[in-house]
T-cell receptor, first 115, second 117 residues
């Protein structure tokens, strides 16, 4: 069964430092890969989506992610962290092109940003 | 364009009661999905509705049910509540393109936080 693993339930960085959040999916290549962000007491907001058009995907708020088939990874990065980036981040995959809204989510990584 | 609206935002119930949660999707979105979010289990897919029909279902007991109306608004119901049903219930809508294929991109509401005592 398709699964998603996010390495590290909690990541802490200093403001201005590189943000790297790790995501690995199980071996069969999914058609869609996503990163979502959740701020406290809010729903999830899409950061970016991979759809096989390009391996490097740029998203909102300066985030980007690179799809690496050989490593079954889809890590999220941001060159310089801002205090407003503190939130929980979820990696997700869809199983087919017509899965009817069903995404498989990772367990989430909480990002803390220190001043 | 208004986002996904969920009501109520917070509610408290006791064991054995039932609850109904409501979701209004983004205008033009015909697919509505429901997720349960808990600290222990994370985000789990409940079900998805498209054109008033359940198109996909997760691994939840029959106490969890849903429906969709002709205007794409959706409700989910949980009967005979258990303590373990305490969670944030998230609704998400998505745009379905020709042939019933969805874009894979979900737009989430802020959720309904259910506490079962």
């Amino acid at each position: 069964a398709q699964s998603v693993t996010q390495l590290g339930s909690h990541v802490s960085v200093s403001e201005g430092a590189l943000v790297l959040l790790r995501c690995n999916y199980s071996s069969s290549v999914p058609p869609y890969l996503f990163w979502y962000v959740q701020y406290p007491n809010q729903g999830l907001q899409l950061l970016l989506k991979y759809t096989s058009a390009a391996t490097l995907v740029k998203g909102i708020n300066g985030f980007e992610a690179e799809f690496k088939k050989s490593e079954t990874s889809f890590h999220l990065t941001k060159p310089s962290a801002h205090m407003s980036d503190a939130a929980e981040y979820f990696c997700a995959v869809s199983l087919t092109y017509n899965q009817g809204g069903k995404l498989i989510f990772g367990q989430g990584t909480e990002l803390s940003v220190k001043p | 364009k208004a986002g996904v609206t969920q009501t109520p935002r917070y509610l408290i119930k006791t064991r054995g009661q039932q609850v109904t949660l409501s979701c209004s999707p983004i205008s033009g979105h015909r697919s509505v999905s429901w997720y349960q979010q808990t600290p222990g289990q994370g985000l789990q897919f409940l079900f998805e509705y498209f054109s008033e029909t359940q198109r996909n279902k997760g691994n939840f007991p029959g106490r969890f049910s849903g429906r969709q109306f002709s205007n794409s608004r959706s409700e989910m119901n949980v009967s005979t509540l258990e303590l373990g049903d305490s969670a944030l219930y998230l609704c998400a809508s998505s745009l379905v393109i020709a042939g019933g294929e969805d874009t894979g991109e979900l737009f989430f509401g802020e959720g309904s936080r259910l506490t079962v005592l």
